[in-house]
């Protein structure tokens, strides 16, 4: 009986393919649907304070103003991190988000010449 039981188990673990990475547990072939084609999105949980869901409201109010009704809340995250620049306020706006999270130490600082080593 030992035998077949080890012969299941063997052809059970060839038959599953276990994904390596976090990247290969998404599906990368889009789906097409009525001629379209959409891409699998991948789950996230994050964290967001007060003035985080604040931002997001002003954001779906500004976007129902234009006429985008039922903006959900990932379609705000979505675009705000889309329509979001890149400059030196950034910095200065991670700053102030660490010190509102308690759960990690406050950000180094940064100089002229770039981000302060952290050795």
Not at 50 to 58: A, G, P
Request: with cysteine; proline share 3%.
């Amino acid at each position: 009986m030992k035998k077949k039981s080890s012969h299941l188990l063997d052809q059970l673990k060839n038959s599953v393919s276990v994904p390596t990475s976090r990247a290969a547990q998404v599906q990368t072939k889009p789906l097409e649907v009525t001629g379209r084609i959409f891409q699998r999105a991948e789950k996230l949980t994050i964290t967001v304070y007060k003035k985080d869901l604040e931002k997001l409201d002003e954001i779906k109010r500004h976007m129902a103003a234009l006429g985008f009704r039922s903006m959900t809340d990932s379609e705000a995250v979505r675009l705000a991190c889309r329509s979001m620049r890149f400059g030196e306020e950034l910095a200065a706006l991670y700053r102030e988000m660490s010190s509102e999270d308690g759960r990690r130490r406050a950000a180094h600082s940064v100089t002229a010449a770039g981000p302060a080593s952290l050795a």
